[in-house]
C-alpha cells in the first residue's frame, strides 16, 4: 500500500478502513518543534535564516505565539462578529443590539472563570478591542488575566470579483500595515483574515479567477500582519451551501489550499509564524447524502495532507453552520486519527456561544447560567482536540444545527 509522502514499510505503515495509512503523520508529526530548536541553535539567522526578510526577534516572538494558540486540549474562540451580524444573534433573543449590550455580552464571555484552561486565543471585532466593561476594565485585560491571547478580525467585508457570477473577494489591504501596528499597540498579538468561496459545478464555481484573487489576499494579508508582528490566521471558508457531496469538496478544498499556499510562499510569508483556518470536508448543506463524522475526518485529513505543509504549527478549524455537537465531534474525530503533523485544533464562533447566548438572554441575572454553558462546551471542544470527547455535552440544544446561507461573518 502507498503511504503519503514515506517511503512505505511494515514498520512504518499502519492502515483504517479507508486505507489511508497514517506513516505521513508519524513521519511528520514532531517535525515543527524539531525545526525550532534546530534554528535556535544556528549561529547565522535563526527563524529569519529561512525567511529571508522579518528580524529574528520577530520571527521567534511570531513562533512562539503561534505554537501558544496551537497548545493541546486548547483553541479559539471567535468573538468576532460585525456589528450587523451581532444584530442576527440579539433579534434572536430579542435583545437590543447597542454598545452597552455587546459589551455586557463580551463582558460575560470574557469573564468566564476557568475560560483560559480550555482557551487560547479569542479573535475580537475592533470595537471590543478597545472596549471596557462596567468596572471600566480593558476586555483585552479580561483575557489576558486568564492567559488568553487577543486577536483581531481585519478585514473589511468582501466584494464582488468584476466579471463573475457574484464571487466575492476580501476588503482591507488598503491601510493594513498601519492599522496592524495600531493592533498590536493595543495589545492583540494575531490576526484573521475571512476569505469565501462558493461550490457550483454547473456554474463553474469556484473559477479560477476567484481562486486566484482569494489566495493572493490572503498570502499578502498574512505577509502585512508577520511584518508587523501578528500572527496571521489565514480563512479561505468554502461555504457548505449547496448540492454537493463530500468528494466535490474534498478537490475543492485541495485545489483552494495549494492555491493558497503557493501564494504564500510567494509573498514570503514564514509558515511556523502562521495558522490555518480551513472549512472541515463536508457534504453540501441541501445535499441528500449525509456524512459521519469519521467519513468527514478521513477526507479532512486527506486533503491536509495533500495540501498544507507540516512546517504550519496549526490548523483552526471554523465550525462553519455545524451544531455545537457536530462540531465537537467532527474535530474529535480527527483527532482519534492521529498523530498529524499540525495540531488540529478549532475556532469556532457560533459552535462555542449558541447555547450561551440561549441561556443568557439579555438577562444580568442569568450570567452564571450562560458562562456554565459557555464552560460546558468549551470543555468539549478541548476534549476533542485531544481525541478524547465522549460526546453529549450541553443536551438537546447542542444538536440544533447552526447553518445560515450565503454565512456573512
Same mark, same amino acid.
Not at 489591504?173 to 500595515?177: E, K, R, S
Not at 462555542?352 to 450570567?367: I, P, R
Not at 450541553?394 to 450565503?406: C, I, M, R, Y
Given at each position: ?16 478502513k @479507508? @486505507? ?5 503523520f508519524?513521519?511528520t ?15 547565522? #539567522? ?8 522579518l ?13 501558544a494558540?496551537?497548545?493541546?486540549g486548547?483553541? !479559539? ?10 444584530? /442576527?444573534?440579539f433579534?434572536?433573543? /430579542? ?14 464571555? &470574557? ?12 479573535i475580537?471585532?475592533?470595537e ?9 476594565v ?6 489576558k /488575566?486568564q #492567559? !488568553? ?7 473589511k #467585508? ?9 464571487e466575492?473577494?476580501?476588503?482591507g ?5 498601519e ?5 498590536? %499597540?493595543?495589545?492583540?498579538? &494575531?490576526? /484573521?483574515?475571512r476569505?469565501?468561496?462558493? +461550490?457550483?459545478?454547473?456554474?463553474g ?5 476567484? +481562486?486566484?484573487e ?9 505577509? +502585512? ?18 448540492? @454537493?457531496? !463530500? ?10 489550499l ?6 504564500l ?14 472549512n472541515?470536508v463536508?457534504p ?7 456524512a ?11 486533503s491536509l495532507?495533500?495540501?498544507v505543509p507540516?512546517?504550519l ?26 498523530? @498529524? ?9 457560533r459552535a ?16 452564571a ?21 465522549? #460526546?453529549?455535552a450541553?443536551?438537546?440544544? %447542542? ?11
Open positions: 500500500m502507498p503511504c503519503i509522502g514515506v517511503p512505505c514499510t511494515k514498520s512504518l505503515v499502519r492502515s483504517n @479507508h @486505507h489511508l495509512t497514517v506513516s505521513f508519524q513521519a508529526q514532531k517535525l515543527p518543534s524539531v525545526l525550532l530548536a534546530a534554528y535556535a541553535e544556528l549561529d547565522c #539567522g535563526g527563524l529569519d535564516l529561512l525567511q529571508g526578510e528580524p529574528q526577534s520577530i520571527a521567534n516572538e511570531l513562533a512562539a505565539t503561534a505554537k494558540i496551537a497548545a493541546p486548547k483553541g !479559539i474562540l471567535a468573538a468576532d462578529e460585525s456589528t450587523g451580524t451581532i444584530q /442576527k444573534r433579534d434572536s433573543i /430579542k435583545l437590543q443590539n447597542d454598545e452597552a449590550n455587546r459589551a455586557a455580552y463580551r463582558d460575560l464571555l &470574557f469573564s468566564t472563570e476557568g475560560l483560559g484552561q480550555f482557551i487560547s486565543g479569542c475580537l471585532f475592533e471590543t478591542l478597545f472596549q471596557k466593561n462596567q468596572d471600566g480593558l476586555m483585552v485585560d479580561l483575557l /488575566k #492567559g !488568553i491571547i487577543p486577536g483581531i478580525k481585519v478585514d #467585508g468582501l466584494e464582488t470579483i468584476p466579471r463573475t457570477d457574484d466575492k473577494a476580501t476588503m489591504l488598503d491601510g493594513l500595515a492599522r496592524c501596528q495600531k493592533y498590536y %499597540a493595543a495589545g492583540a498579538r &494575531f490576526a /484573521k483574515w476569505a469565501v468561496l462558493s +461550490i457550483d459545478p454547473s456554474q464555481k469556484p473559477s479560477d479567477r476567484s +481562486i486566484a482569494v489566495a493572493y489576499g490572503l498570502a499578502r494579508y498574512a505577509a +502585512i500582519c508577520q511584518q508587523n508582528r501578528l500572527v496571521p490566521i489565514v480563512e479561505p471558508e468554502i461555504l457548505t451551501d449547496g448540492t @454537493h457531496d !463530500i468528494a466535490t469538496c474534498a478537490q475543492v478544498t485541495e485545489k483552494v495549494a492555491a493558497v499556499f503557493k501564494q510562499s510567494d509573498q514570503g510569508v514564514m509558515l511556523e509564524g502562521a495558522l490555518l483556518k480551513p472541515m463536508t453540501g448543506s441541501e445535499c441528500p447524502t449525509k459521519k463524522p469519521e467519513e468527514i475526518a478521513f477526507y479532512t485529513i486527506r495532507a495533500r495540501t507540516p512546517a504549527p496549526g490548523i483552526t478549524f471554523l465550525s462553519g453552520g455545524q451544531s455545537e455537537e457536530e462540531a465537537s465531534a467532527n474535530l474529535n474525530a480527527m483527532n482519534k486519527m492521529g498523530p @498529524h503533523p499540525w495540531a488540529l485544533t478549532f475556532s469556532y464562533g462555542l456561544q449558541a447555547s450561551t447566548l440561549q441561556a443568557w438572554s439579555g438577562n444580568a441575572e442569568n450570567k447560567k450562560a458562562q456554565a454553558a459557555l464552560l460546558k462546551r468549551a470543555k468539549a471542544n478541548s476534549e476533542a482536540q485531544l481525541g478524547t470527547y465522549a #460526546g453529549g450541553g443536551g438537546g440544544g %447542542a444538536a440544533v444545527s447552526l447553518f445560515e446561507k450565503h454565512y456573512v461573518y
